[in-house]
């Protein structure tokens, strides 16, 4: 009699040992001649040679299968304990499997673009009004590529602006006080990875969610950055941000230039930089439109009537200024 020791530190033990450990009851009527007990990461078998390392084998590729699809299927479990090659899942356009098993895949051509333009740059601006998926899609593309080993670490990062409110004095510390800027990154992780491998890949420093002015002076190397909500920087944040790119590193850059809240009088960063770094070869670019919105119906509706609304405003500001003009012209013009 032996023991082994089985490591699954590549997916989450709750997922793989099932809810109530269904999955374990499973993998324990299976193996009926072997004694198993599974403690957080860690399974232990003992029993005859032969089949303890035939149980080691199919548990990594259980595992293997848990950690590419987010979910370990009972009919799963059986086919490959019983080595049958266990029925692939097919999704077109997937990216990656979410929290339990759903697929996430581009749902608009522009999606797709984005997917494309990622895999061929290491700089890529996504750029369009709310709801059509950009920083979603960014940060499947960053989770695909850490679960691929393309990556060693994700870096999230958006500017602290508030959307036209003062929220004073925030309490807590500094985590406390960020988190707030920081949570549409959060929700989207949340739908990726399971609770507990994310908690271990934040407390890791794996997956890094930080404020903006918290990038100056690093190097970023060997990982995926997303910037979101890019119109809110400053000409020298966007600046310093880009220029922290470092070797085997991508970055995507979301923003919206039609919901910018900075002050009037401070430019917006991304503008700029897309007009500084157009045509800069390696940096790519994906304009997303209404027609990519992929939140609820109406959204669609309100981003459509206020592109209405602004292009009245601009009509009459227009031929404000045109009477203006003709006033002061006819004004000027000498009397005989």
Known sequence: MIERIVIIDKVDPVQFYGVNNSNMHLIKNLYPKLRISARGSVIRVVGEEGETGDFESKMQELASYAEQYNSLPED??????????????????????????????????????????????????????????????????????????????IILSRPAVEAGEKLGFLPGDMKDKIDPYLQPLYDALEDMIPAVKLKEYMETKVIQIAPLAFMRGRTLNDAIIILDEAQNTTTHQIKM?????????????TGDVTQIDLPRSTSSGLVQALKILDGVDGVGRVEFTKKDIVRHHLVQRIVEAYERYDKAQEAEARARREAEAEASATESEPTT
């Not at 979410?98 to 601006?125: C, M, S, W, Y």
């Not at 790119?245 to 970055?251: E, V, W």
């Open 76 to 153: 799963v479990i059986i086919d490959i304990v019983k080595g049958s090659a266990p029925r692939e899942r097919h999704h077109d356009g997937a990216i990656i499997y979410g929290v339990n098993g759903k697929p996430i895949a581009a749902r608009t051509p522009n999606q797709a673009v984005l997917a494309e333009t990622f895999a061929t740059h290491d700089l890529t601006f996504a750029l369009g009004p709310a709801g059509t998926g950009k920083t979603y899609i960014a940060i499947a593309l960053a989770v695909r590529a850490l679960k691929n080993r393309e990556a060693r670490k």
């Open 241 to 253: 941000f880009l220029t922290r790119l470092g070797m085997n590193a991508k970055m995507i850059i």
